[in-house]
């Protein structure tokens, strides 16, 4: 069964400064990797997303995510972090065939102070 | 175009009720999740749909929840009995079918609260 961990719940992190917030995976194959944001009352939207291909993903918001099989990580970067980046950050993985069904970790809430 | 909607976005009931959740996906999307996003909790899978399939019932945890799909699109998830522990976010998402097996990317409605008092 696949299944994710982001060993951090929560982070601060200064406005300008740069973020990384980690993500490990369990899965037997090549797997489906996600990162969605949620901001307070708002729903999921995602950021970015690895199917196959270069390791390394753009999404929006200028973020990025490198995927490393060797470590099972897909951990998601920003440079400079701005205020709206307060929210919920939320990794998933979901199976390269068959079961279509997304399998999340508990998140990682991310904190800007000025 | 529009995205996936859910209703009622709030919803306060007694333990011991029964409470139906409306998905409406994003149109052309043949798939539909359910997910249940409890306090201090990831998202958790719930049931999946997929065109004329049988759906996926195995993230339900109890034989109380049960969700149906009409005509390919609207979703309806019910929770009968409801109980204190039923309280969560629960959230639909939609995607479409692109002829690829496995994972795809999944459109997220705003959620609707649940609260059994």
């Known amino acids: 069964a696949q299944s994710v961990t982001q060993p951090d719940i929560h982070i601060t992190v200064s406005e300008g400064a740069s973020l990384e917030l980690r993500c490990n995976y369990s899965y037997g194959a090549t797997p489906y990797l996600f990162w969605y944001v949620q901001s307070p009352g708002q729903g999921l939207q995602l950021l970015l997303k690895y199917f196959s291909g270069d390791t390394l993903v753009q999404g929006i918001k200028g973020f990025e995510a490198e995927f490393k099989r060797s470590q099972s990580s897909f951990n998601l970067r920003k440079p400079s972090v701005h205020w709206s980046d307060a929210a919920e950050y939320f990794c998933?993985?979901?199976?390269?065939?068959?079961?279509?069904?997304?399998?999340f970790g508990t998140g990682t809430r991310l904190t800007i102070i000025p | 175009g529009a995205g996936v909607s859910q209703s009622p976005s709030n919803k306060v009931t007694e333990k011991g009720k029964d409470v139906e959740l409306r998905c409406d996906p994003i149109?052309?999307?043949?798939?539909l999740y359910w997910y249940r996003q409890s306090l201090g909790q990831g998202l958790e899978f719930l049931i999946y749909?997929?065109?004329?399939?049988?759906?996926?019932k195995s993230g339900l945890p109890s034989d109380r929840f049960s969700a149906e799909r009409t005509g390919g699109s609207v979703s309806t998830l019910t929770i009968q009995r409801t109980q204190q522990e039923d309280s969560a976010v629960y959230l639909c998402?939609?995607?479409?079918?692109?002829?690829?097996?496995?994972?795809?990317?999944?459109?997220f409605g705003p959620g609707t609260r649940l609260t059994v008092l």
């Open positions: 998402a939609s995607s479409e079918a692109t002829g690829l097996a496995g994972a795809r990317e999944q459109f």
């Open positions: 749909f997929q065109g004329n399939s049988a759906p996926d």
């Open positions: 149109s052309g999307h043949t798939a």
């Open positions: 998933a993985v979901g199976a390269s065939f068959g079961n279509e069904k997304l399998t």
